[in-house]
Structure formats: structure tokens, C-alpha cells
């Protein structure tokens, strides 16, 4: 029984370093605009999961790209386009989103990337809230 474990023990080692758990995701997200009297909900996809990173001692001898971490970000994606009801006419009231397809576990380039730990709480509506109903990809 000892050799199965450690038999187990060096696969999950081995295989559990090379697996990632970065995923497209359900994620429920609150549009509106200040000229538009609704806010729209839509339901789409996100990136969101885990990738192994490692931290590295020495980091104030290391240069600055050697210290990017992996983390969950898309691989391919599409937009969609929604139409934000209720707004005036010199409003335009189109919002474009991206959505997931496939994820990755990449470096983070804080150059053109938010990477953060947590995701700041303010996914909600102020105003009256409509459903997404019709959309069309560009």
C-alpha cells in the first residue's frame, strides 16, 4: 500500500504542475450609461480560474518580465453588441463586450492588463433594471 501512495503522491507532483483549472466561466454583468434611463443585464463569459504560478526568491536581482505571474486569461474570444434601452437620441446606445471562447493560463502584462487579485464590488444597477434580450455579434 506504501508504494501505491507514494506512487499516487509523485503523479499528482508531476501531472498537477501541468494542469490548470482556467476555464470559461458564467459572470452576470451590469451595463448602463448616465443618459440612459435603464441599466441592462446581460449574462456572458469570462475567463476565471486557477494557473500554478511560482513565486521566485531573489526578486530584487531579477529584472522586471521575469517576475510576470501566470494568470487566466482568454485565448480566443468574440464581441457582442447590445443596444441599451431608454436612451435619447445623441446618445449612441450601443455597448460592445467580449466573450470567452477558450482560456489560457498566460503572463500578466499589467501594460495593457488589470491583474488583481480581487475584483472590485461594484457590479450593480442604479437604475431600473431590463433583461438582455436582443444582441448581434460584430
Request: proline residues 5%; neutral net charge; contains cysteine.
Amino acid at each position: 500500500m506504501t508504494a501505491v501512495f507514494l506512487m499516487s503522491m509523485v503523479f499528482g507532483l508531476v501531472f498537477g504542475q501541468t494542469i490548470s483549472f482556467c476555464v470559461p466561466t458564467e459572470y452576470t454583468m451590469h451595463i448602463e450609461k448616465r443618459e440612459c434611463a435603464y441599466c441592462l443585464t446581460i449574462n456572458t463569459t469570462i475567463c476565471a480560474g486557477y494557473c500554478m504560478t511560482r513565486d521566485i526568491n531573489g526578486k530584487l536581482f531579477l529584472p522586471k518580465y521575469a517576475l510576470s505571474q501566470d494568470v487566466c486569461t482568454y485565448r480566443d474570444f468574440i464581441y457582442r453588441t447590445v443596444e441599451i434601452p431608454g436612451c435619447p437620441q445623441h446618445v449612441a446606445p450601443y455597448f460592445s463586450y467580449p466573450v470567452a471562447i477558450s482560456c489560457m493560463c498566460g503572463k500578466c502584462n499589467t501594460d495593457y492588463s488589470d491583474c488583481i487579485h480581487e475584483a472590485i464590488k461594484t457590479n450593480y444597477c442604479t437604475k431600473p433594471q431590463k433583461s438582455y434580450a436582443v444582441g448581434f455579434s460584430f
